[in-house]
C-alpha cells in the first residue's frame, strides 16, 4: 500500500540529469523516489484493508557520524498487487498553451536510445500529452466508467462533455485530438474550474453513483495567467466537498515541480512526470490503477514513548502538522503493486526520532503505536501495537529488516542530493528564476531556460559525494536490489559535473 499524496515517481528529476542540467532541489523528494522501489514491510500477507508494520534501526550517519534513530511505518493491505481499480468518472483536462508547442530538448534530439526513433515533431510536449491523452481513453472500461475533455490555454473549452465511454464515438474524438494546435497563455485555474463543475455536475444529477471522481491533469504546469493561490483552493474544495481527487501528469523539461508539489499536498491528489507515451504505458499498466484507487483516508499513527520523540518525518508530502507532534498523519492511501518476494512497492513511511528531555533518569525504551483510520465510506478502524526498541547503546548499526535499511539509505541518498542542489545554487544562482524575472520566463524556449541550470558540484560537496558512493556500493551488496544501480548512475553524474 502506497502514500496516495505528492509525487509518484522522480522521472523530472532523473530526466533533467539525463541532459546534464541541474534540478531543482523540489523534484526529487523521498516519497517519490520510495515509490519507484519495492519494500519488505515485515509482512506479506495481510486480511485488513489497512494494515500498519513498524521497524526499527539505529545507524551512524556515513557524513556527519552522528547516531540516528529511526522506525518505518509499513503501509499494507489485502488490495495489495491486485491491479484493479473502483470505476471512475473521469475529466482529463488538457494544457494546449503555446508552451506544449515546444521541444522536449533540441540539443538531446536524437540522443536518448527511447527516442532515437521519434521524428523532430513526435518530441514536442503536446504531441506526447495527445498520446497520453489517448492511451487514457483506451483504457477505461466503456460499460461503467465516464470520461469528459476540457482543453485549455488563457481560457477553457470542452472538447468533450462527460459521457459514459460507450456512448462516445471513440474514433471521431481522437480525430479531433489529433488536430489540437495549442496556442496562447496558460491559465490552469480556468481548466481546472470547468473540469470540477463537470463533475460536480454529474455528481448532483446522479446522487447514488458509486465511481470514483478524479480529473487528470496533463500540463507542463507553466501558469502565466490566472493564480496559483486560487488554484490550490479550488483544488482543496473540490476534495473537500464532492471528493473529486487530482493528478497531475508533468509534461516536459520545463515543469513546474515547485507548483505541482504544492498542489498534491490536497487530499487524494498526486502526480508523476511522463516524457514519452511509451513510458506513460508502463505506467498505465503497472501503477495506473493503484494511483486513481485510494482506499483510505486520514491515517494517524499515535506515538507514546517516554524518550523518544518525533524529529523528522519523510516519505510524505511535508506540513507545519507534524512539527513538534506525537503523530504521523498520512493524507490517504492507495493499494501497491506487490513482487515475488511479497514485498510493496512504495509503502514506506520513515521517522527520525531523538530522545526527550526528561528528569526520568531511567524513561523505558517501549513504544505504543496507535494507528487509526477512515475507509472511502467514513467509518473509522484502528490498530494498537505496544513495542519495545530493543537497541543496544552500544551499537552503531542495528537493522529490524532489509525493508528499513533500503529505505534509510534512500533517504540519506536524496538529503545528499538536495543538499548537494541548494548548494551549488547558493554559490552560483543558477536556477533562471534567480536570473530573469516569470513574464520573461515564459518568452523563453526550453533552451534558453535550461542552458542557465548546467550541472555543477562544488569540492567540498563532491568530497562528501565520493564518501557517501563507497557506503552506497557496500549497501547495494547487502540489499541485492538491482534497481539501486540507476541512483549509483545519478551519483556518478554528480561525481563528474562541472566542479564550481
Same mark, same amino acid.
Given at each position: 500500500?502506497?502514500?496516495?499524496?505528492?509525487?509518484?515517481?522522480?522521472?523530472?528529476?532523473?530526466?533533467?540529469?539525463?541532459?546534464?542540467?541541474?534540478?531543482?532541489?523540489?523534484?526529487?523528494?523521498?516519497?517519490?523516489?520510495?515509490?519507484?522501489?519495492?519494500?519488505?514491510?515485515?509482512?506479506?500477507?495481510?486480511?485488513?484493508?489497512?494494515?500498519?508494520?513498524?521497524?526499527? &534501526?539505529?545507524? %551512524?550517519?556515513?557524513?556527519?557520524?552522528?547516531?540516528?534513530?529511526?522506525?518505518?511505518?509499513?503501509?499494507?493491505?489485502?488490495?495489495?498487487?491486485?491491479?484493479?481499480?473502483?470505476?471512475?468518472?473521469?475529466? @482529463?483536462?488538457?494544457?494546449?498553451?503555446?508552451?506544449?508547442?515546444?521541444?522536449?530538448?533540441?540539443?538531446?534530439?536524437?540522443?536518448?536510445?527511447?527516442?532515437?526513433?521519434?521524428?523532430?515533431?513526435?518530441?514536442?510536449?503536446?504531441?506526447?500529452? %495527445?498520446?497520453?491523452?489517448?492511451?487514457?481513453?483506451?483504457?477505461?472500461? &466503456?460499460?461503467?466508467?465516464?470520461?469528459?475533455?476540457?482543453?485549455?490555454?488563457?481560457?477553457?473549452?470542452?472538447?468533450?462533455?462527460?459521457? %459514459?465511454?460507450?456512448?462516445?464515438?471513440?474514433?471521431?474524438?481522437?480525430?479531433?485530438?489529433?488536430?489540437?494546435?495549442?496556442?496562447?497563455?496558460?491559465?490552469?485555474?480556468?481548466?481546472? @474550474?470547468?473540469?470540477?463543475?463537470?463533475?460536480?455536475?454529474?455528481?448532483?444529477?446522479?446522487?447514488?453513483?458509486?465511481?470514483?471522481?478524479?480529473?487528470?491533469?496533463?500540463?507542463?504546469?507553466?501558469?502565466?495567467?490566472?493564480?496559483?493561490?486560487?488554484?490550490?483552493?479550488?483544488?482543496?474544495?473540490?476534495?473537500?466537498?464532492?471528493?473529486? #481527487?487530482?493528478?497531475?501528469?508533468?509534461?516536459?523539461?520545463?515543469?513546474?515541480?515547485?507548483?505541482?508539489?504544492?498542489?498534491? %499536498?490536497?487530499?487524494?491528489?498526486?502526480?508523476?512526470?511522463?516524457?514519452?507515451?511509451?513510458?506513460?504505458?508502463?505506467?498505465?499498466?503497472?501503477?495506473?490503477?493503484?494511483?486513481?484507487?485510494? @482506499?483510505?483516508?486520514?491515517?494517524?499513527?499515535?506515538?507514546?514513548?517516554?524518550?523518544?520523540?518525533?524529529?523528522?518525518?519523510?516519505?510524505?508530502?511535508?506540513?507545519?502538522?507534524?512539527? $513538534?507532534?506525537? #503523530?504521523?498523519?498520512?493524507?490517504?492511501?492507495?493499494?501497491? &503493486?506487490?513482487?515475488?518476494?511479497?514485498?510493496?512497492?512504495?509503502?514506506?513511511?520513515?521517522?527520525?526520532?531523538?530522545?526527550?528531555?526528561?528528569?526520568?533518569?531511567?524513561?523505558?525504551?517501549?513504544?505504543?503505536?496507535?494507528?487509526?483510520?477512515?475507509?472511502?465510506?467514513?467509518?473509522?478502524?484502528?490498530?494498537?501495537?505496544?513495542?519495545?526498541?530493543?537497541?543496544?547503546?552500544?551499537?552503531?548499526?542495528?537493522?529490524?529488516?532489509?525493508?528499513?535499511?533500503?529505505?534509510?539509505?534512500?533517504?540519506?541518498?536524496?538529503?545528499?542530493?538536495?543538499?548537494?542542489?541548494?548548494?551549488?545554487?547558493?554559490?552560483?544562482?543558477?536556477?533562471?528564476?534567480?536570473?530573469?524575472?516569470?513574464?520573461?520566463?515564459?518568452?523563453?524556449?526550453?533552451?534558453?531556460?535550461?542552458?542557465?541550470?548546467?550541472?555543477?558540484?562544488?569540492?567540498?560537496?563532491?568530497?562528501?559525494?565520493?564518501?557517501?558512493?563507497?557506503?552506497?556500493?557496500?549497501?547495494?551488496?547487502?540489499?541485492?536490489?538491482?534497481?539501486?544501480?540507476?541512483?549509483?548512475?545519478?551519483?556518478? $553524474?554528480?561525481?563528474?559535473?562541472?566542479?564550481?
Amino acid at each position: 500500500m502506497g502514500n496516495a499524496n505528492g509525487s509518484q515517481n522522480s522521472n523530472y528529476f532523473r530526466q533533467q540529469l539525463f541532459h546534464n542540467l541541474l534540478p531543482k532541489e523540489s523534484s526529487i523528494n523521498v516519497e517519490g523516489l520510495f515509490n519507484e522501489y519495492y519494500f519488505d514491510t515485515g509482512i506479506t500477507k495481510t486480511n485488513d484493508l489497512i494494515h500498519s508494520t513498524y521497524q526499527f &534501526a539505529s545507524v %551512524k550517519n556515513i557524513l556527519t557520524n552522528e547516531q540516528e534513530l529511526y522506525m518505518t511505518i509499513g503501509l499494507n493491505s489485502c488490495e495489495d498487487g491486485k491491479n484493479e481499480r473502483k470505476y471512475l468518472n473521469l475529466i @482529463i483536462v488538457l494544457d494546449v498553451s503555446g508552451s506544449m508547442s515546444e521541444l522536449f530538448d533540441n540539443n538531446s534530439f536524437n540522443t536518448s536510445n527511447e527516442h532515437s526513433h521519434m521524428t523532430k515533431e513526435s518530441k514536442r510536449k503536446i504531441h506526447v500529452a %495527445k498520446q497520453v491523452l489517448i492511451e487514457l481513453i483506451h483504457n477505461l472500461d &466503456a460499460e461503467n466508467e465516464r470520461l469528459g475533455i476540457v482543453l485549455f490555454n488563457q481560457n477553457a473549452n470542452l472538447l468533450q462533455p462527460i459521457r %459514459k465511454v460507450k456512448e462516445i464515438n471513440i474514433n471521431e474524438l481522437i480525430e479531433r485530438i489529433d488536430g489540437i494546435v495549442p496556442n496562447g497563455g496558460t491559465n490552469m485555474e480556468c481548466g481546472m @474550474i470547468m473540469g470540477i463543475d463537470m463533475l460536480s455536475d454529474l455528481l448532483n444529477e446522479n446522487v447514488n453513483d458509486t465511481n470514483n471522481n478524479r480529473i487528470i491533469f496533463l500540463t507542463d504546469a507553466q501558469p502565466n495567467l490566472g493564480g496559483e493561490k486560487s488554484l490550490l483552493d479550488l483544488s482543496k474544495r473540490a476534495a473537500s466537498k464532492n471528493s473529486i #481527487y487530482i493528478t497531475y501528469i508533468g509534461i516536459g523539461l520545463d515543469f513546474n515541480s515547485d507548483l505541482v508539489y504544492e498542489l498534491t %499536498k490536497i487530499h487524494g491528489s498526486n502526480y508523476f512526470s511522463v516524457h514519452s507515451s511509451q513510458e506513460f504505458v508502463r505506467i498505465l499498466n503497472n501503477d495506473f490503477n493503484y494511483i486513481v484507487n485510494p @482506499i483510505g483516508f486520514n491515517i494517524i499513527t499515535f506515538i507514546d514513548s517516554e524518550k523518544y520523540e518525533i524529529d523528522k518525518i519523510y516519505g510524505i508530502p511535508t506540513s507545519n502538522e507534524h512539527e $513538534k507532534s506525537n #503523530y504521523v498523519r498520512i493524507d490517504s492511501v492507495t493499494p501497491s &503493486a506487490v513482487d515475488d518476494k511479497g514485498c510493496v512497492k512504495g509503502s514506506m513511511i520513515v521517522v527520525k526520532f531523538r530522545e526527550k528531555l526528561t528528569s526520568n533518569l531511567n524513561p523505558s525504551n517501549s513504544i505504543q503505536l496507535t494507528m487509526r483510520y477512515e475507509n472511502i465510506h467514513g467509518q473509522k478502524q484502528q490498530q494498537t501495537i505496544p513495542t519495545i526498541i530493543n537497541i543496544n547503546d552500544k551499537q552503531d548499526i542495528f537493522y529490524d529488516n532489509l525493508g528499513i535499511r533500503k529505505a534509510i539509505l534512500l533517504l540519506h541518498y536524496t538529503l545528499l542530493i538536495k543538499n548537494i542542489i541548494e548548494d551549488v545554487n547558493h554559490h552560483t544562482k543558477t536556477y533562471y528564476d534567480d536570473l530573469i524575472n516569470k513574464e520573461q520566463q515564459h518568452r523563453l524556449t526550453d533552451n534558453t531556460k535550461m542552458s542557465t541550470m548546467v550541472l555543477k558540484i562544488s569540492k567540498n560537496m563532491k568530497n562528501d559525494l565520493l564518501k557517501f558512493r563507497s557506503h552506497f556500493i557496500d549497501e547495494m551488496k547487502i540489499l541485492d536490489d538491482n534497481n539501486l544501480k540507476k541512483e549509483l548512475d545519478i551519483i556518478d $553524474k554528480f561525481r563528474y559535473a562541472e566542479e564550481i
